[in-house]
């Protein structure tokens, strides 16, 4: 199976070193040339531990490239996972979409015939509906399914979260489009990872409530913190005493 990963950041970078390393055929695309000139050197942009050893192997075994071709990596591929940026608008603190979109119409241009596109970046509810229209109104009358797939990566375990998950989110919206995403994360339903099949909207959702969830769970704790530190408890035994609560 050919995968396209648009973005070689964080999630972009290691989602395509893993699915290379899940056998699949992986091209990596970004627009810095220079990013993609040091990935070609078998230089990793980012620290990761066990990054630069995987992603040696999978070049090495000729199932990962790195190009600043964007239609070279479309054509033909099965799937085509976003993985841009989304940053934090200034004033208003609304994510910026205007990455995903570009990359939406790029895509939409360089099909050469049906293609699940992935949204991988983090995005707010209703996203994956605007990528579809703009693939439609850019590509009228191409075959085309759009995937939602957030990423529930922590900076210095990745790797290990994508091989063994807690859980793989994947909001669809056809079973042609569910089958072929099966067939992406095949590796890791033989070895029982649970897969959630969502619709685009629930598995969007997922990613923000999981999100607010941690945060939530940080902020207790430490408050309990500050109450054990003025009654002389314990946090860590606290901690312990109420996450054995199943």
């Known amino acids: 199976m050919k995968i396209a990963m648009i973005g070689t950041g964080y999630v972009g970078l290691v989602s395509g070193v893993c699915f290379s390393d899940f056998g699949h055929e992986v091209v990596c695309v970004d627009k810095d040339p220079r990013k993609i000139e040091m990935l070609k050197a078998g230089r990793v942009p980012i620290y990761e531990p066990g990054l630069d050893v995987l992603m040696a192997k999978n070049v090495a075994a000729g199932r990962l490239s790195f190009t600043g071709d964007l239609d070279a990596a479309?054509?033909?591929?099965?799937?085509?996972?976003?993985?841009?940026?989304?940053?934090?608008?200034?004033?208003?603190?609304?994510?910026?979409?205007?990455y995903v979109m570009a990359a939406a119409e790029e895509i939409a241009k360089a099909l050469t015939g049906y293609a699940v596109i992935v949204t991988k970046?983090?995005?707010?509810?209703?996203?994956?509906?605007?990528?579809?229209?703009?693939?439609?109104?850019?590509?009228?009358?191409?075959?085309?399914?759009?995937?939602?797939?957030?990423?529930?990566?922590?900076?210095?375990?990745?790797?290990?979260?994508?091989?063994?998950?807690?859980?793989?989110?994947?909001?669809?919206?056809?079973?042609?489009?569910?089958?072929?995403?099966?067939?992406?994360?095949?590796?890791?339903?033989?070895?029982?990872?649970?897969?959630?099949?969502?619709?685009?909207?629930?598995?969007?959702?997922?990613?923000?409530?999981?999100?607010?969830?941690?945060a939530t769970k940080i902020t207790f704790i430490n408050e309990i913190a500050r109450l054990c530190e003025k009654v002389g408890a314990d946090v860590k035994q606290v901690a312990r005493g109420i996450g054995l609560d199943g």
Do not use: C
């Open 121 to 214: 970046s983090t995005v707010p509810v209703g996203t994956n509906a605007q990528v579809r229209a703009a693939i439609e109104k850019a590509a009228p009358g191409k075959p085309f399914d759009v995937a939602s797939n957030p990423e529930f990566l922590r900076e210095g375990a990745a790797i290990d979260d994508f091989m063994r998950p807690d859980r793989v989110v994947v909001g669809v919206t056809s079973d042609r489009a569910k089958k072929l995403m099966g067939e992406v994360y095949r590796p890791l339903f033989l070895r029982d990872f649970p897969v959630l099949y969502t619709d685009l909207e629930t598995a969007e959702l997922i990613k923000y409530a999981a999100n607010a969830f941690l």
């Open 74 to 98: 479309v054509d033909g591929a099965d799937a085509v996972f976003i993985a841009v940026g989304t940053p934090t608008r200034r004033g208003d603190g609304h994510a910026d979409l205007s």
